[in-house]
């Protein structure tokens, strides 16, 4: 997993920007599945500064938060772009990416499911929502949890592993702040087994166009 790295950025390096996390990828990209949830010097190089880099062969999967989205895909950082617009891009560049969205859950997409759309709803029924601080982090680490026992990920894999973060992310909403508890293996489970009817419409996949209306909304509430 790859986050956040500020000798990337033009700032701190600027004839040889974004050289950190292309040394990584390139040198170890293949030996295992990569999550990448770049940080602050990364994304304000941009998309097409990293489509350049040629990385994006060696990511498995990309994690943003709404905020990160936008702006890593907005040419102007004064205009950020739309929601679906930055889900069409990731489907027309073939991306498997997941897009966490705070209290309203995540977005998605399979480079191999260029027709679908992953909703995954957020898991907040049966327990008090304290503090969403950490949630994207802890999204991220139960994503990773279930994707390092795979070789690939596959569609059925990457949904799976979706379901696996909703609930992590649930779980951390449950304490205060980012690190004010660390939950075991058996406090996971007995939190998923709380969620156990909710489970059922954990997550949901959709064709773009039947998504659209939901994600554009999802956009508007989230501003």
């Not at 992590?168 to 980012?178: D, E, L, Q, V, Y």
Request: aromatic share 8%; net charge negative; charged share 25%.
């Amino acid at each position: 997993m790859i986050s956040h790295l500020q000798s990337d950025g033009q700032h701190l390096n600027p004839e040889h920007p974004g050289s950190c996390t292309r040394f990584i990828l390139e040198r170890f990209g293949t030996q295992a599945i990569t999550l990448v949830n770049f940080g602050m010097s990364q994304l304000q190089l941009g998309f097409d500064f990293w489509k350049r880099q040629g990385v994006f062969r060696h990511i498995d999967v990309l994690q943003f938060n709404l905020r990160e989205a936008k702006l890593f895909f907005s040419d102007n950082l004064d205009a950020r772009r739309p929601l679906p617009s930055i889900v069409d891009t990731l489907r027309r560049e073939h991306l498997t990416a997941i897009i966490t969205l705070d209290r309203f859950g995540a977005l998605g997409v399979h480079r191999a499911l260029t027709d679908s759309v992953i909703i995954a709803w957020p898991a907040v029924e049966g327990f008090d929502v304290k503090d969403p601080t950490g949630a994207g982090d802890a999204f991220a680490a139960g994503v990773m949890s279930y994707l390092c026992e795979h070789d690939r990920v596959t569609p059925g894999a990457f949904q799976s592993a979706i379901e696996i973060g909703r609930i992590w992310a649930g779980r951390a909403c449950s304490s205060m702040g980012a690190v004010g508890e660390c939950p075991s293996q058996v406090d996971l489970r007995e939190f998923t087994r709380s969620l156990e009817i909710d489970r059922r419409r954990a997550t949901e996949v959709r064709i773009p166009h039947h998504a659209r209306e939901i994600i554009s909304l999802l956009d508007i509430a989230f501003q």
